[in-house]
């Protein structure tokens, strides 16, 4: 199932007012066919993390392609009212929405790519109107889900290679978000989701067991767990701390000896509680003990990547980790931060310019140009160096030097031995797909892939190591002139 059928009503509202009322800007003033490109990035790595993981292009794209003011759009924007309340939109304005099709061109990194902080994860190219128009839902979709997407590899990279299990449905900030948090975690690489309609519009596995409730609602625990057994004799893993943990490992023993009697087997218990290093260890000594050593033992309980580290740190004998609030809502960092600016566009000439724009912090200021990444990849496969790049300068050798954004004198030669790849792919071509959209399967394989192409110490959880990334040394120097073109300009304070 598509976003589009998810979502029935249209989308083309799905934006922030001002987007609109530029937009309204742009047809008085006959600049909203101007060519124009903007850039989606982001500045800083989310949490503290050595990487980023893009996703969330997919359901963007299929929102572009179907960008479309209804009827019933229309009608509502006609009734907004400004401050003299009169209408907020002429007449020719709503007329312009009405026969608008989106048919821009964007050029994305692919979902499941490892990225970092001011890479043009995603760039627009069309009419100026569509291009800003579509700024404030491009955000959302990317940001949120490249946030839970990388979220989740640090999640597994804690688990060390055991299974990880995203349960974050009843915590997540709303319907849509337990959804996007689902479809992300597994380009992220959790096994499986709690999400049974996420499960049914992207095709991630669905797992589940029983809550406290069904526990309590039997006499005792142990005739809890032999009823839900015989309900549900090929999916039984026994939550066993409704009471005390260890008296319920004891009870799940027992009804795993009812269900190998008939053939079935005990899957797994779930810790939810307590000390789990502790808890856990026991649970296996008496699951062993007891002949039951192919049970897995399963752990919830407010985990993070964090939290997950130290357990395994503690010898906690856990194989499989359910982790939902901390996953859905990427805690501890809110929001990816990401942005989305004008990075060129035609005057009255046709002539390309490069607008910047300017910040007391180096690190705000916009990179201008039509812009690109170039990774370069040694003779192991292994990622070395990005340099952000104008595609429209000419052509030069692809050994040169890169410069940081946010610090000038932090520059890196480029080793020619390393090869290059290009990562800002065609994705719509005047406002359709450039090409077959790769299956969730594949892109979960790919971010595998991408995050295993990183040096370990890129990829540790706290201080990592700093991959390195810079804008190509001439669009560093432009930039740069630009900056104090524009600085000496203003009129001093």
Partial sequence: MSVRELYRLSLATLTDLYELTMGAGYVATGLAEREAVFALSFRSLPFGGGYAVAAGLADALEILENLRFEAADIEHLRGLRGSTDRPLFKPDFLDFLAALRFSCDVDAIPEGTVVFGNEPLLRVRGPLLQAQLVESVLLNVIGFQTLVATKAARVVEAAGGGAVLEFGLRRAQGPDGALSAARAAYIGGVAATSNVLAGRLHGIPVRGTHAHSWVQVFDDEQAAFDAYADAQPDNVTLLVDTYDSLTGVRHAIETGKRLRASGRSLEGIRLDSGDLAYLSIEARRML??????????????????????????????????????????????????????????????????????????????????????????????????????????????????????????????????????????????????????????????????????????????????????????????????????????????
């Fill in 288 to 493: 062993d003990e007891a002949g039951f050593a192919a049970t897995r033992i399963v752990a919830s309980n407010d985990l993070d990547e964090h939290t997950i580290e130290s357990l395994r740190e503690q010898g906690a004998r856990i194989d499989v980790w359910g982790v939902g609030t901390k996953l859905d809502t990427a805690f501890d960092q809110p929001a990816l931060g990401a942005i989305y600016k004008l990075s060129a566009v035609r005057d009255s000439n046709g002539e390309w310019r490069f607008p910047v724009k300017l910040s007391e912090q180096t690190a705000k200021i916009s990179t201008p140009g039509i812009l690109g990444v170039r990774r370069f990849i040694d003779a192991t496969g292994r990622f070395r160096a990005d340099m952000i790049y104008d595609e429209g300068m000419p052509t030069q050798s692809d050994a040169g030097v890169i410069v940081d954004p946010a610090d000038s004198l932090h520059m890196r030669s480029i080793d020619p031995g390393w090869s290059p790849e290009e990562l800002v792919l065609p994705a719509l071509r005047n406002g359709r797909r450039a090409g077959p959209s790769p299956t969730l399967a594949e892109i979960r394989e790919r971010a595998r892939r991408q995050i295993a192409g990183l040096h370990p110490a890129i990829r540790r959880l706290l201080n990592p190591h700093v991959y390195p990334v810079g804008l190509e040394y001439r669009l560093h120097r432009r930039r740069t002139e630009q900056v104090l073109e524009r600085r000496l300009l203003q009129p001093p304070t």
